[in-house]
């Protein structure tokens, strides 16, 4: 069985589904860890978290960064008018 790392911490629970599902549709397996803190009081950096299979974290690293890039430019065009 793989041994499965962080890939994202999520500010909420929305958007470690969102990174999950994009890592499944690219075919990395994931899972979310800490989903049922939402709306508790996070001590410690407790919040939902994906983890990917460690054989398949770049990947993973390099589909998020993809995603935050375009999120990032789509918020950046949304400013200008």
Do not use: W
Request: hydrophobic share 40%; proline share 4%; charged share 25%.
């Amino acid at each position: 069985m793989d041994e499965y790392v962080e890939v994202f911490a999520a500010s909420d629970i929305t958007f470690a589904y969102l990174m999950k599902a994009n890592l499944e549709n690219a075919g990395i397996p994931a899972q979310i860890t800490n989903e049922n803190l939402q709306g508790a009081y996070c001590l410690d950096g407790m919040v939902p978290r994906v983890l990917v299979p460690r054989n398949r974290l770049e990947q993973a690293e390099q589909i998020i960064e993809e995603i935050q890039h375009a999120s990032q430019n789509e918020q950046d065009d949304e400013l200008q008018t």
